[in-house]
């Protein structure tokens, strides 16, 4: 019996003004194989860490992360970052670099086949509405305030027959939120 591979890490550094500086090759082979185009290496290095998030809440959360780090403490969190036909739970673990650089490390943990979700595929028809999805858990925003299940937010949403879809903005939801706040204040 072959012994199983190794998990894939997927690393990236910022400098000390939170600048990109750096991805490793699992990086760039996940971008290419999960129709990450907006994340290859030639259109993230350079850039700054929070020009790559549109939520507000969420830019608040990685500057109380990233400040933590620059003390000297690493911090560890679980995320999802799931594909059309897969839910993917994955650890991260952000360490202080020199220089007060940042490293954060993405290491898939659980991988599970589903049913496709349209709305998670790239390629699709889009109209110009946002729809919240959150960076953590994948739970979807409802315009009733709710944070749905994807598959569920999109039944009760009707994206299953709608021809064009929602474009996608990561966010994090409250409870999401607030369990990585007390998180980061017991470090």
Request: glycine share 6%; with cysteine.
């Amino acid at each position: 019996m072959t012994p199983a591979a190794p998990p894939v890490s997927l690393v990236y550094r910022i400098d000390s003004h939170n600048r990109i500086t750096w991805v490793n090759d699992a990086w760039a082979t996940f971008a290419h194989g999960n129709e990450g185009g907006s994340v290859l290496p030639v259109r993230v290095l350079g850039k700054n860490l929070f020009d790559c998030m549109t939520d507000d809440r969420l830019q608040a959360l990685y500057a109380v992360i990233l400040k933590r780090v620059r003390t000297g403490v690493t911090v560890e969190f679980n995320f999802r970052c799931d594909a059309p036909d897969r839910r993917r739970e994955f650890a991260m673990t952000v360490r202080p670099q020199p220089d007060f650089g940042v490293e954060f490390t993405s290491t898939m943990t659980r991988e599970e086949v589903r049913t496709s979700v349209p709305l998670l595929e790239s390629g699709r028809p889009r109209t110009r509405a946002l729809l919240p999805v959150c960076s953590w858990c994948q739970k979807v925003a409802t315009p009733d305030g709710k944070w749905l299940p994807v598959e569920e937010a999109v039944n009760v949403l009707r994206l299953v027959e709608a021809e064009e879809l929602p474009d996608i903005t990561h966010g994090i939801c409250e409870a999401c939120l607030g369990e990585m706040l007390a998180k980061l204040q017991k470090m």
